[in-house]
């Protein structure tokens, strides 16, 4: 019983997530990646994991990331510099 709530719960959380962002225009690569985000993605997603997961340029990747920020689907976590991991924006 509490794996079937622990399961229901999440595909609402999808399910809400992408209700929010139904109007939003976003390419083939950003909506994997934000689905990996939603379904658990493990460790902390980095632009260099974005474009090995993407299978794309680390600048297309960069890009794809800044074009989510810009859009406040995701946030950039607190450490900085080349350790900067992102992951979705609490309102979002």
């Known amino acids: 019983m509490q794996g079937a709530e622990v ?4 595909v609402l959380t999808k399910a809400r997530f992408w209700r ?8 083939e690569r950003q909506i994997k990646l934000i689905n990996r ?3 658990g993605f493990d460790g902390t ?3 260099s994991k974005w474009a090995a997961v993407a299978k794309c340029s680390p600048d297309t990747a ?4 800044n074009d989510l920020m810009a859009r406040g689907v995701l946030k950039k976590s607190a450490s900085g ?8 924006a609490d309102d979002a």
Do not use: E, K, V
Not at 7 to 10: I, P, R, V
């Open 7 to 10: 399961s229901l719960s999440a």
């Open 20 to 27: 929010q962002w139904a109007g939003t225009p976003l390419n």
């Open 37 to 39: 985000l939603l379904d």
């Open 45 to 47: 997603l980095t632009s």
């Open 62 to 65: 960069l890009r794809d990331i």
């Open 81 to 88: 510099g080349r350790s900067t991991s992102y992951a979705l």
